[in-house]
């Protein structure tokens, strides 16, 4: 079993009287990349900067490779880095400060000169070397705040939203870079985000965080495909949620009434829910993700696709975004679909058109309704 | 009109001819000012760092504290330090009244404030994460003082400008716990003080002049570092 690189036990974080951070358990295993994502205000910017060693909780501990971290931290701290969602360069120059970490932590110059290449190379940054780190723009000051965490060689790394106060395109490319030199160096890592997609993209597991609790923990296609209670599932953006009644089951499969509709579902119970399969006339809240839905022109009756699901509509509004649009099907009921441009072009689908919106059984993924989750490792 | 151009003749010759008493002034001014302002960057760094960084019961309290000192009248603080070193004061066994160590503890309980002030504002702009920041990459908490000051310069220099100003031309502390004794004590707002009262105009004039000029000198020298910190 792989070991767990850092770890906290009953950690509780209070600021006054508000308790903002409350996580019984949590282990961050050695060179994986776990994301910790939650809206805003839910804490965890403070719990990374609790693994960080640059807060301490109120009560608890943090363990680095299983030992108490208590006196060692400034040694520990030098095994990590932290990279934050504002760059805060010193005034000086891009070199500088890209070296910075490695001279507070005593690496020999010509170690540090190294490094420093390699890593302003990796990040595109290698011509801004002699420029006032302050004269940056913000996706040139994020390239150096990387640059300088990743020359440190860090045991861990640690991202506090470091893309969020990106424009959309600046952030796609940094994401493949931070991504490429996540997977070169295989290093352990801790990434804070309020975004989905580079959750998606970057972790191995996802924790999610609201109101200071890890409400669930999974692989992020577990996460994102079986949230396991409807706020979760209203956060990690389960765009169509809507109240149903299984009418039937049979062989795996559940039937729901949906809006008036007829949905099947493959029914399996949430990861890490209390719930087991639906019974009969229970109400569910049923859950189905915009990209699973596929859209085609209504008007034609034989779907030969795997599909089990095939809800018949019309086209209600169109909106871009960036590459893809999205669609929504009225279908007695708003359905959200993700398609490409490229797609919505070839349909010549517009806005009032008939149109058919096919979905597996399988990706209808059902919650028992009105219940929210056991809080996870809580008591 | 006499008075003014022959007084400034009179000045311009004493300056020239390097006459002893006016220069001996000039230094021991410069002397108990400089040191009051050395003291006063050491506490006042030390005190501005503590109050910007640390959250504590009483924070707001000690930032208004901090600049209510930055205006403290000149005479008020010659006057508590007069009574604590009185000789039958509470420090009245050490005898420093009418000596230069008293003028500088005087010069410094001015100065200090001011560049404490300085100080906690110029760290308080600092942006926000920076020492976040500079932990996050490995500093321990003197590495990352160190650097925190050195991002700070250009306002610490203001705060020394402030700082040795505010010693230089203060008169009220320096009369009072100096006594402006000839040869010993005597600095040159006293002397221009004395000066004037004897109807003497022509030294006045001329340490008023070597005065102002010695403000210039180091307000130019620190603002010309500072401009070149700034387009570096």
Redesign the interface.
């Known amino acids: 079993m792989t070991q767990a690189k850092l770890s906290l036990r009953d950690v509780r974080v209070r600021r006054g009287r508000s308790e903002l951070v409350n996580v019984p358990q949590l282990d961050v295993l050695e060179g994986e990349v776990l994301v910790i994502i939650g809206p805003n205000g839910a804490g965890k910017s403070i719990l990374l900067e609790t693994l960080a060693l640059l807060q301490e909780p109120t009560a608890g501990r943090v363990l680095f490779e299983g030992e108490p971290v208590d006196g060692r931290q400034l040694r520990l701290r030098r095994r990590m880095a932290v990279v934050f969602q504002e760059s805060a360069m010193l005034r000086r120059s891009v070199v500088d400060n890209v070296s910075m970490g490695m001279r507070l932590r005593g690496v020999p110059r010509s170690l540090r000169r190294q490094r420093t290449r390699h890593w302003m190379e990796r990040f595109g940054i290698a011509h801004l070397a002699h420029r006032s780190a302050l004269t940056l723009s913000g996706g040139e000051a994020q390239r150096a705040n990387l640059a300088r965490a990743f020359a440190v060689e860090p045991e861990v790394l640690m991202l506090d939203e470091p893309f969020s106060a990106l424009d959309q395109p600046t952030r796609d490319d940094l994401l493949e870079d931070l991504s490429a030199a996540l997977r070169e160096t295989g290093v352990t890592t801790i990434f804070v985000t309020h975004d989905r997609a580079e959750a998606l993209r970057l972790g191995d597991r996802v924790a999610v965080l609201m109101g200071g609790f890890i409400r669930q923990m999974g692989t992020a296609a577990e996460v994102f495909a079986a949230p396991v209670d409807e706020e979760v599932a209203a956060f990690v953006g389960v765009a169509n949620l809507g109240g149903g009644r299984v009418r039937s089951l049979a062989d795996g499969l559940a039937t729901l009434d949906l809006g008036g509709a007829t949905v099947e579902s493959a029914g399996r119970p949430p990861v890490g829910a209390v719930a087991s399969s639906p019974e009969l006339g229970t109400e569910v809240l049923v859950c189905l993700r915009p990209e699973d839905i596929v859209i085609e022109p209504g008007g034609s009756d034989s779907h030969r696709t795997s599909a089990r699901n095939h809800l018949h509509g019309s086209l209600s509004r169109i909106t871009p975004l960036g590459g893809q649009v999205r669609v929504v099907v009225d279908c007695g009921f708003p359905l959200v679909a993700l398609i490409t441009k490229q797609s919505l072009e070839d349909l010549g689908l517009r806005v009032g058109d008939e149109a058919v919106a096919s979905f597996k059984a399988s990706a209808v993924h059902l919650i028992p309704r009105g219940q929210t989750a056991a809080r996870l490792g809580g008591r | 009109m006499d008075l003014i151009w022959d007084g400034l003749g009179e000045a311009v010759r004493i300056i020239q001819s390097g006459d002893f008493d006016v220069w001996e002034i000039a230094v021991r001014s410069i002397f108990v000012s400089g040191t009051a302002t050395a003291i006063s960057l050491f506490l006042g760094i030390l005190i501005g760092s503590l109050i910007a960084f640390n959250q504590f019961p009483g924070r707001n309290l000690a930032f208004s504290l901090v600049n209510t000192g930055m205006g403290l009248p000149p005479v008020i603080v010659g006057l508590m330090v007069a009574i604590m070193l009185w000789r039958s004061g509470p420090l009245g066994e050490f005898r420093l009244i009418y000596t230069p160590t008293a003028m500088i503890i005087a010069q410094t309980v001015i100065a200090a404030p001011i560049v404490t002030g300085f100080t906690a504002a110029a760290l308080r702009n600092l942006?926000p994460?920076?020492r976040?920041?500079?932990?996050?990459?490995?500093?321990?908490r003197l590495?990352m003082l160190r650097?925190v000051l050195w991002?700070a310069k250009l306002p610490l220099l203001a705060a020394v400008m402030a700082g040795f100003g505010g010693a230089i031309s203060e008169i009220g502390a320096s009369q009072m716990v100096g006594g402006n004794l000839a040869g010993d004590t005597r600095v040159m707002t006293t002397a221009i003080m004395l000066e004037v009262s004897r109807g003497e105009f022509a030294p006045a004039i001329a340490l008023s002049v070597i005065l102002l000029l010695l403000i210039f000198i180091v307000n130019l020298i620190l603002t010309t570092v500072q401009q070149q910190e700034r387009h570096?």
């Open positions: 942006h994460k920076l976040s920041q500079l932990y996050g990459l490995g500093a321990s590495q650097l991002e570096s």
